[in-house]
């Protein structure tokens, strides 16, 4: 009997009702859909640290869902505000239509940042965050008269979500290789992994900077006046949790402001929290132009992203007359009025919690914790920064991202452990509620999966 004609006789039981009665109709994405219909990780409910399955077993949560539950799961505060204001407002149209919580949240947005970004632009995914940062970035030069720069840099192994423009300015290849058609006008800096120099560094490794030596090459080969705007996340994380060297990120931003070229973070996971701080720029004391938020806005409970944007760049939109649209970019579902509720009671959870410095209190304990695997077998690196962590693996001869693939599911299977993989990465971001305990479980379930695992 198949798997499923199983789940459909189970389904029939009052028992089992909890159980869907058909995997095959759903295509997931960015998954192995044959596999997992012959053996499926199924989730259905979920509190603070943890996961349960249909079953009642619990799974220990070490990515915080997908990098965005980063209050953890289902927190009362935020269920609530989502209840109420479905009940008191379901929908409002962005279009030339607003309504209260929209306003108090960038507001509220604004606050949080840098000093500069008093504007906030809203869409329902990291994917759309970044395109309407790119869309932003190249309309704000055509508003500006320097119509030429239309050149967009991104980074190898950058990844920036899904669309056609985050794929074209992302460097995963994996992401590219099914699809043959980009944006024209953008090109790609080396990333910053290298574990011949700086394998097993904690924190930010000490080569690399040099690596910035690539953009200024860039510049001079197409000058200035032609490029618009260069994109990084801070830290890079689905493609492996890349940490920037030590002066990296100052020497692009210098090089950025000396040539008139925008520079945009992508912080769509290292946004509200993950590095100790409301955001990487503040970690790393740098002012981009453009930041890229989703994830943790709301901690994942409602699909949202933001853009939050430089005076400079907002101001150049508005010279026209003020009943002409500025900007003909948006989502129908921008600043959707569950998404803000969840949003400004995730925030103030952040703070009254006070766990963005939670997380910073954490990070060392964590850095210790994380970097006790070393001398497990197949381990080739262990890097970390604030409360992420990443352990590469040495690839299987011929079949790579296999190993780390059997880690995600035999961590899954045998000691109740969501993990994230990606290639042949371990990918580690629990929720900043993580206990001490929680952390050394996390860790010990990982080496004990790490041992037994071909």
């Known amino acids: 009997m198949s798997v499923f004609s199983s789940i459909k006789k189970a389904f029939k039981s009052s028992q089992s009702a909890n159980f869907p ?3 095959e109709s759903l295509w997931m994405p960015f998954s192995a859909n044959k596999h997992f219909k012959k053996k499926p990780r199924l989730i259905s409910k979920a509190k603070g640290m943890y996961y349960y399955t249909p079953s009642g077993e619990k799974i220990l949560d070490g990515v915080a869902g997908l990098w965005c539950c980063n209050a953890g799961h289902n927190r009362e505060p935020i269920v609530e ?3 109420n204001q479905a009940s008191e407002l379901d929908f409002a149209p962005a279009f030339n239509m607003g309504h209260p919580k929209s306003f108090e949240l960038s507001s ?6 840098p000093d500069g970004f008093n504007h906030v632009f809203f869409g329902n995914s990291g994917s759309e965050a970044v395109e309407s940062a790119l869309k932003i970035a190249l309309s704000y030069w055509r508003e500006k008269g320097k119509e030429k720069k239309r050149i967009l840099i991104g980074r190898n192994r950058g990844y920036h979500g899904t669309n056609f423009g985050g794929v074209s300015v992302g460097g995963i290849e994996k992401n590219r290789s099914q699809f043959n058609k980009f944006l024209p006008e953008v090109y790609h800096l080396k990333d910053t992994h290298n574990l011949e120099k700086n394998a097993f560094s904690k924190g930010q490794p000490s080569w690399g900077q040099e690596l910035t030596n690539e953009l200024e090459d860039m510049i001079q080969n197409h000058g200035s006046d032609n490029i618009a705007a260069v994109i990084v996340e801070p830290v890079a994380g689905s493609t492996g ?4 060297p ?3 990120l100052d020497k692009l931003k210098k090089i950025c402001d000396t040539n008139d070229i925008l520079l945009i973070f992508d912080e769509v996971i290292t946004g509200f929290g993950r590095l ?4 990487a720029s503040q970690y790393f004391n740098i002012t981009p132009d453009l930041i890229c938020l989703a994830k943790g806005i709301n901690s994942g409970t409602v699909p949202m992203s933001a853009v939050l944007v430089q005076d400079k760049i907002f101001e150049a939109f508005m010279n026209k007359e003020e009943k002409t649209i500025d900007l003909f970019h948006g989502y129908t ?4 009025p569950l998404a803000c509720a969840a949003s400004l009671a995730a925030l103030k959870l952040y703070e009254d919690e006070k766990l963005f410095e939670r997380a910073n209190e954490l990070s060392r304990y964590w850095e210790e914790a994380v970097h006790s695997l070393k ?3 197949n381990i080739i690196d262990i890097r970390n920064l604030g409360l992420i962590g990443a352990v590469e693996l040495e690839p299987m001869d011929g079949k790579p991202t296999r190993r780390a693939y059997n880690v995600l599911c035999e961590a899954f299977e045998d000691q109740k452990t969501l993990l994230r993989v990606t290639g042949d990465i371990i990918a580690l971001s629990p929720p900043l509620i993580i206990e001490k305990n929680q952390i050394d479980q996390l860790i010990e379930n990982l080496k004990i999966t790490l041992q037994k695992t071909e």
């Open 108 to 113: 509220k947005l604004s606050q949080m940042a």
């Open 241 to 244: 949790v890349l940490i920037p």
């Open 276 to 279: 100790g701080t409301a955001f």
């Open 333 to 336: 579902y921008s600043a959707h």
């Open 81 to 83: 505000a989502i209840k």
């Open 21 to 23: 009665n058909d995997l």
């Open 246 to 248: 030590k002066n990296y």
């Open 375 to 377: 001398g497990v077998r």
